[in-house]
C-alpha cells in the first residue's frame, strides 16, 4: 500500500461522519419496513420522534457490524455514529415518505 493510501485509510475511514453515513445507508430500508405503515397518519416532530423510536435498535445493531469491520478507532466514536446515524435515517426515511405522497397523489386535469 502506498503512503497517501495508507494515511487516507487511517484518517478519512474513521471520520464519525462518514460512518454514521454507513450506518444510515444500511439501516433505512429495515427502518422503512417498520414505519412505513404509520407514516401516513403521523406528521413532523411525531413522524420524527417515531422513526427515531422504531429504529434505534436497527441503528445499533448497524453500527456495532461497522465497529466490529472498522475496528477500535471506530468504537471510539460510537454514540456519535449512531446519533449522527438517527438523524440521516429520519431525514432518509422522511423524503421516501414525500416522494412516496406525491406519487399516490392523482394528477389534475384542465377542464
Not at 450506518?23 to 417498520?34: E, I, K, T
Not at 414505519?35 to 413532523?44: I, N, P, Q, T
Not at 456495532?64 to 446515524?85: C, F, N, T, V, Y
Request: aromatic letters at 2%.
Amino acid at each position: 500500500m502506498t503512503l497517501p493510501g495508507l494515511l487516507l485509510r487511517l484518517f478519512a475511514t474513521h471520520k464519525p461522519e462518514l460512518l454514521a453515513d454507513k450506518v444510515a445507508s444500511r439501516s433505512r430500508l429495515a427502518v422503512w419496513d417498520r414505519v412505513s405503515h404509520r407514516m401516513h397518519a403521523v406528521s413532523g416532530a411525531e413522524a420524527r420522534g417515531y422513526i427515531r423510536a422504531r429504529g434505534a435498535a436497527v441503528i445499533e445493531v448497524e453500527t456495532d457490524r461497522l465497529i466490529a469491520e472498522e475496528g477500535a478507532k471506530a468504537a471510539r466514536h460510537r454514540d456519535q455514529i449512531m446519533q449522527d446515524a438517527s438523524e440521516s435515517v429520519i431525514r432518509l426515511v422522511l423524503e421516501q415518505v414525500h416522494v412516496s405522497r406525491r406519487s399516490a397523489l392523482p394528477m389534475r386535469r384542465a377542464a
